[in-house]
């Protein structure tokens, strides 16, 4: 298969906006600079002439920009996928990853927003190759981290969010205080 070495800048960069997601579109593989929506047009375009279920893995050590890349890829297939009638579930789709990393990443000493699982993410797309809905899996979870952290760890995000908002009514009932005093950091 196609094999793509990328590099996390550890900064934005302009080459990942619609205009260059509508340039790879429907672009042979090695028309165009080595890219992710490279990789994702050569996907999508062989699903819909093979009628085949595509696979695009994302491999790559903490900090490398894994979870970037695959929010690229999902982006791509939204953008190129899109119609006005169904645009709602490509962006319950993309809306998804927020919660998934509140929940399954947490500051290590090489990425402050390092993904502590691993994930399988299954697009499903209908007889017209537009997106129709998603199923997120997870594995590996590091489960030791929710009751120790190595010095300059932190706990997972949620565990965060949820004591800065322990004020809230609705949070009353869970008797939630500041981090420092749940022993989080």
């Known amino acids: ?11 934005e960069l302009p080459i990942y906006g619609d205009a260059i ?6 672009q042979n593989m090695g028309d165009m600079d080595p890219h ?9 375009k062989q699903m819909a002439r093979n009628d085949k ?9 903490s900090g490398a920009g894994k979870t970037v890349s695959a929010r690229y890829t999902m982006r791509y297939f939204a ?14 789709v993309l809306a998804s990853n927020p919660i998934t990393e509140a929940v399954g990443n947490a500051k290590t000493t090489r990425n402050d927003n390092s993904s502590r699982f691993g994930k399988y993410t299954e697009i499903s797309f209908d007889q017209s190759y537009q997106i ?20 300059n760890e932190r706990n997972y995000h949620i565990f965060y ?20 005093e749940n022993n989080l950091l």
């Open 161 to 180: 969010q949820l004591c800065a908002s322990a004020m809230q009514p609705e949070y009353e009932h869970l008797k939630l205080g500041r981090s420092q």
């Open 36 to 44: 992710i929506f490279a990789v994702a047009e050569e996907a999508y």
């Open 132 to 151: 129709i809905g998603a199923n997120m899996r997870t594995y590996l979870l590091e489960k030791s981290r929710v009751v120790f952290q190595v010095e």
């Open 53 to 61: 279920n595509q696979s695009i893995i994302v491999s790559g050590e």
């Open 1 to 11: 298969g196609i094999i793509l070495v990328a590099i996390n800048p550890y900064k």
């Open 79 to 92: 953008t190129v996928s899109r119609s006005s009638s169904n645009a709602h579930v490509e962006d319950k």
């Open 21 to 26: 997601i509508h340039a790879y579109s429907g």
